[in-house]
């Protein structure tokens, strides 16, 4: 959940929305499902119940959430990414810009090497290692429905695993940046085969402790997610 960390006071009614609309587009909060509860999202926001009500109720306006009352309410995720799609992807793409697309890019490829690598150096404890390997089994056994939340949950778990706030923030703006793109790409099953291949490569290599078999699995990984971008939008 290092998305939902706090704001900072100047503009705190425009970063909860950003906040709270990083949440719900990564899945950190699956659709349907509720947000957490009042009390607790101002205290890890560090925001007053004022203000997250009013980012609330703009998401609420926007589509994004249904704010229900009585014992059972909350504000439920009502966001369901598009099915995927090649003509939203070039639209993706040039509503952002083909220079942007290439910063994006590159910033992804460079916090999550970093993240890989840090990780593989790090004396794993058996907890972190088994959330790890839980994060991959569980993406292994995705539907096409849910597959790319959990593609996201199994990414930023390497770098929250590293005890890095800074980190786990980083990769989380720079898969934000990428995550419209990535939802509109096909899901082919031979692509989703080279996925799960490169996916253990990944994991193999930080349990295994080697930092430099970590960066050439994740860039082996995203190059090949830049290059399908690249074939659908030649």
Same mark, same amino acid.
């Given at each position: 959940?290092?998305?939902? +960390?706090?704001? #900072?006071? /100047?503009? &705190? %009614?425009?970063?909860? $929305?950003?906040?709270?609309?990083? =949440?719900?587009? @990564? ?32 998401l609420s ?6 704010? +229900?009352?009585? #014992?059972? /309410?909350? &504000? %439920?995720?009502?966001? $369901?990414?598009?099915?995927?799609? =090649?003509?939203? @992807? ?10 942007e697309?290439?910063d ?13 690598q ?11 290692r088994?959330?790890?390997? #839980?994060?991959?089994?569980?993406l ?13 949950a199994?990414?930023?778990s ?15 703006d ?25 996916h ?11 930092p ?14 830049a290059?399908?971008?690249r074939?659908?939008?030649?």
């Amino acid at each position: 959940m290092t998305v939902l +960390r706090p704001v #900072r006071a /100047g503009n &705190a %009614f425009e970063e909860t $929305v950003e906040r709270l609309l990083q =949440a719900i587009k @990564l899945g950190v909060v699956p659709p349907g499902r509720k947000l957490p509860p009042e009390r607790e999202l101002a205290v890890r926001l560090g925001i007053s119940r004022v203000t997250l009500r009013e980012a609330i109720r703009a998401l609420s306006d926007a589509g994004y959430l249904d704010v +229900r009352r009585g #014992r059972y /309410g909350g &504000a %439920f995720v009502t966001y $369901v990414p598009p099915r995927p799609d =090649a003509g939203d @992807l070039r639209q993706a793409v040039n509503k952002m810009g083909t220079a942007e697309l290439t910063d994006a890019l590159t910033f992804r490829l460079a916090v999550e090497c970093g993240a890989a690598q840090v990780l593989a150096a790090s004396e794993l404890t058996q907890d972190r290692r088994a959330v790890l390997v #839980r994060r991959l089994a569980e993406l292994n056994e995705a539907g096409l429905e849910d597959y790319r939340r959990l593609d996201t949950a199994f990414h930023l778990s390497i770098a929250e695993l590293t005890g890095s706030t800074l980190l786990a923030t980083a990769c989380a703006d720079a898969r934000s940046r990428v995550s419209d793109l990535l939802n509109a790409i096909p899901m082919l099953q031979v692509n989703l085969d080279h996925a799960v291949a490169q996916h253990q490569a990944i994991v193999d290599a930080i349990l295994a402790g080697d930092p430099e078999a970590a960066r050439r699995a994740v860039v082996e990984h995203l190059e090949g997610t830049a290059a399908l971008l690249r074939a659908f939008l030649a």
